[in-house]
Structure formats: C-alpha cells, structure tokens
C-alpha cells in the first residue's frame, strides 16, 4: 500500500512522524509505501526540498511532484527525477488536473522518463486532460505513455468532485477512461485520496467502493473491462 504523505514548511515531518510506527506495527501483514509530496509545490516554497530529503532519509520510500501547484512547473518534476535517482526510489506525482486537453505536463514526464531509463518507476495521478481529449490526441497519449513507461492512477472520487464545479450544465465528468488505456498498454490503477476532506468529503477508503464507482462513471459494461476493473486495484498497481 502505497500513502502520499505531504511535507511543507509549515506541518513539517509531523506526517512523517505519525505514520513511520504504522510501517513497523503492521510489517506483519502488509507492505507500507510513504510517497514523499509537496503538495503545496517545492521550488516556491523554501525549506520545502530539505523536507522532503530528510523524509526520503528517514523512511521514505517514493518521491512525489506536484507541479501543477508550483511557480515553476518542469523545475520541480526535473528536481523530482533528481532526488529520485539520488535515492533510487521510484515516482509518484500528481499531474495535468484540469479540462483543458491541451498543453499540461505529461509529454515532458514521458520525455525526462525516457532520457533517465525510468520506465516502469515512474506514476502520474489525477491527468484529467486525458478525459477531455479527443479520439486521435487520447490515442497518440496513450501510446506514448506506453512507450516511456509511464503509468497512471485515476482518482475517480477526487476527480468527480472537483472537475467541471465551472459548469451550469452537461457538468463534465473528469475520470480519465483507464481501462481504454490499457488496451494501448498502459499500465493503470484505480485508487483513492483526501478521504472525508474537503476535496473529497465521502467515501471510507475501499477500493471495490471505488472500482464500482468507476465503473458506473465510465459506463464500464464489457466482461474484460469489468476483470479489469478488479485488476486495477489488484495486481496492475502491485506491478
């Protein structure tokens, strides 16, 4: 199990602090991953990246970006891929979370993923452009996101609270279609984040609850599609 756990000037490592017992009192019966996340951003805020070295250092055992919350959005993922390759850990960053299907972060993950042989160590969550592209650009996404190693983990719950609040009408709904892209050969997971806050205010952190919810978002119904769905929160993100 994997928990992004955010470092920031101002809460500091008490994240850290309250969760690393958990990763020894439970080593009995599951794997504890911490993702390191500047939720906040990194590069615009001081102190932010000495967190988050000192986390890796202490426990850590992935490293997160969010770039869509920092002054300068491809510093941070560059630094990102930095300290990962420092501490060889892998990454786990939240990316492109909004409707507009052009522009956004992705191509230059896939390409810093590529030129630093990262394929396979690297994730991005949320991408809700992907949901807002057209056939053509969501086909040529995928492929190149297959051919850099480039994971994806939609956030269905998230996703569907936050995207589309500009709408008065035919609201959006935001859930990248994952189980279309593993037909492309991306690999994809089904997950949850922020339970019972205010970006997501429902849920109690089951992932069956959020593979139906998916399934019902994204008019889900083909048998394979549907295995899929059990996969996605199984053995595609065990992978």
Not at 63 to 90: K, L, M, N
Request: aromatic share 6%.
């Amino acid at each position: 199990m994997r928990t992004h756990l955010e470092v920031d000037p101002t809460i500091g490592l008490r994240g850290l602090e309250g969760v690393l017992p958990l990763v020894a009192e439970y080593a009995w019966a599951i794997d504890l991953e911490i993702c390191i996340f500047p939720q906040d951003g990194m590069l615009n805020l001081p102190g932010t990246e000495a967190l988050m070295i000192e986390a890796l250092k202490r426990g850590g055992s992935v490293v997160g970006a969010c770039p869509y919350t920092d002054s300068d959005p491809t510093g941070q993922i560059d630094r990102v891929f930095e300290i990962a390759r420092e501490f060889d850990v892998d990454i786990d960053m939240h990316l492109d979370f909004d409707l507009d299907p052009e522009g956004g972060d992705l191509e230059y993950v896939c390409d810093m993923t590529e030129r630093l042989d990262y394929g396979g160590r690297v994730a991005v969550g949320h991408v809700t452009k992907i949901s807002a592209m057209t056939p053509a650009h969501f086909e040529a996404t995928a492929k190149r996101m297959a051919q850099s190693g480039v994971a994806l983990t939609v956030l269905p719950s998230t996703d569907l609270f936050l995207m589309g609040r500009g709408h008065d009408y035919s609201t959006t709904r935001g859930v990248t279609p994952a189980h279309r892209l593993l037909r492309h050969g991306v690999n994809c997971s089904l997950s949850t984040n922020n339970v019972l806050n205010p970006f997501t205010p429902f849920g109690d952190g089951s992932l069956l609850r959020m593979a139906n919810l998916y399934a019902n978002v994204c008019q889900v119904g083909a048998r394979g599609d549907v295995i899929e769905c059990f996969r996605m929160i199984s053995d595609r993100p065990a992978h």
